[in-house]
């Protein structure tokens, strides 16, 4: 049986899971790359380093977000997000990057095997050697689908 996910449900898609993807336009080309994330009920936050993805959001601040919740191939829930792209700087970057830290450490609890990317130094520092970018995406939509076996 497949059908829409309601609003509850893609909300706890989307406070529960840690990894999506986003889609991203810019000079004729589409790119969609994986990235963990937080959600607080009206943004969800990111980080990175600078790069091609921070680069075409910067040029084209409309992005869609993506996130599957997968049992196996008869059992799953995906949610759909469009957004726009924000970049977060000095006080709201790092509350930003505390919330992503805080969101990270309660779903890795004992999980060793989860990359900090950079994630322990937030540079906001134009000199710095390594720049993170922190940003939010404004959710303006979401939709959910899913797929459940019946026996």
């Given amino acids: 049986m497949t059908g829409s996910l309601v609003n509850a449900e893609i909300d706890q898609i989307l406070h529960h899971e840690r990894l999506g993807r986003i889609g ?9 790359v994986p ?5 607080d009920g009206k943004y969800i936050y990111g980080h990175s380093r600078e790069g091609q993805k921070i680069e075409m959001m910067r040029k ?11 049992e196996d191939m008869a059992n799953w829930k995906s949610v759909i997000v469009q957004g726009v ?24 609890a004992g999980d ?3 990359s900090s990317h950079g994630m322990v130094q937030f540079h906001h520092d134009e000199q710095s050697v390594v720049k993170t970018v922190v940003y939010r995406i404004l959710v303006l939509e979401k939709t ?5 076996t019946l026996y």
């Fill in 24 to 32: 991203c336009y810019a000079n004729g080309k589409v790119y969609v």
């Fill in 35 to 39: 990235t963990t994330y937080a959600y």
């Fill in 112 to 114: 060793k095997s989860v």
């Fill in 85 to 108: 792209y924000q970049e977060l700087m000095g006080a709201a970057g790092e509350e930003a990057m505390e919330l992503f830290m805080k969101k990270l450490e309660l779903n890795t």
């Fill in 144 to 148: 959910g689908r899913y797929e459940k």
């Fill in 60 to 70: 084209n601040p409309n992005i869609c977000f993506q996130i599957d919740s997968m």
